[in-house]
């Protein structure tokens, strides 16, 4: 997808958010490369979670074949810079970084497997550094995936990957780095490849990494067992604290809006909570306004088809 599009950031001017404006031509696609297409970013739009990168709205334009996504922005970078400053640095990163890491990744991945199974067959293989983003409290973002068709075993699939990349927050070392990679793999088929494990880790997240790792795929955890497991258990239960207080800071702000709308007449010209009021109602206009013209020109589109 990425391939034939290109991206910007630009400024909301609802509420004075930085977002990704990226623009993609989909002339040259298939009917079915389109159909596709256009079911990904239906599929972006309505997956909600607080580690996934979030797209907030798409736009068709079919005359011109253009498709317009607008997307979060990660303005802290991503877990490849992280790794490599930790390279630089000769600095393993701290056992409760990696298990927080882990949790909110395994978190999006069973958000989006779960939404996947419901409505649509796709499949996450990007799981890498480079895709994986961190805001400023070092929250992960999941990146946008790199979709294939669903595949079967596609959750151990994850589980894998998931593996291959706790093996890098640990070693600081690419699982299958390239001028080795024929070495490894004839240790994979003796199981000798986690050889290098720094001692300075838990017994406990080196038993996760060889069970994530397990060459047979039906003896790899599940997502929901990980979320479960005695070392992910406590920081999943972290997890849902903090959006319990996200929530929860979200309806103070919605009562001082709904009190600003009541005693406005009260409150001086500019006044911040009037503003935000504006711009939550102008925000829900906009939005209902795209959703009407994006269903429409969807079902153009499929009738094109």
Aim: net charge positive; aromatic share 8%; with cysteine.
């Amino acid at each position: 997808m990425g391939s034939h599009g290109k991206c910007q950031k630009i400024r909301r001017k609802s509420d004075g958010r930085v977002v990704v404006w990226e623009e993609f031509c989909y002339a040259t696609l298939t009917d079915s490369e389109t159909h596709t297409l256009m079911s990904e970013v239906k599929f972006l739009k309505n997956l909600k979670h607080p580690n996934i990168l979030r797209c907030y709205d798409y736009i068709i334009d079919s005359i011109n074949s253009k498709l317009y996504i607008v997307m979060e922005d990660c303005m802290s970078g991503n877990l490849a810079s992280y790794i490599a400053s930790s390279i630089r640095e000769r600095l393993y990163l701290d056992e409760q970084l990696i298990v927080k890491i882990i949790t909110q990744l395994t978190s999006a991945l069973e958000k989006f497997h779960r939404t996947s199974e419901r409505r649509f067959n796709f499949f996450h293989p990007n799981l890498k550094p480079d895709n994986i983003y961190l805001d400023s409290e070092q929250n992960v973002k999941l990146g946008k995936p790199s979709y294939s068709p669903l595949l079967h075993q596609y959750e151990k699939c994850s589980i894998w990957s998931l593996g291959c990349l706790l093996y890098e927050l640990c070693t600081l070392c690419r699982f299958v780095p390239g001028p080795q990679q024929k070495v490894l793999t004839q240790n994979l088929t003796t199981g000798t490849f986690l050889n290098s494990f720094p001692e300075q880790y838990s017994n406990e997240l080196s038993i996760l990494l060889h069970n994530m790792l397990n060459l047979t795929d039906h003896l790899r955890p599940s997502l929901e067992s990980l979320l479960k497991s005695k070392l992910l258990a406590k920081a999943v239960s972290k997890e849902a604290k903090k959006e319990h207080q996200r929530r929860v800071a979200q309806v103070k702000m919605n009562k001082k809006v709904r009190f600003a709308r009541k005693n406005k007449e009260n409150l001086p010209p500019g006044d911040p909570r009037i503003v935000a009021l504006q711009n939550i109602a102008k925000k829900y206009q906009t939005n209902s306004q795209h959703e009407r013209q994006v269903e429409k020109d969807w079902n153009v589109t499929c009738l094109r088809l």
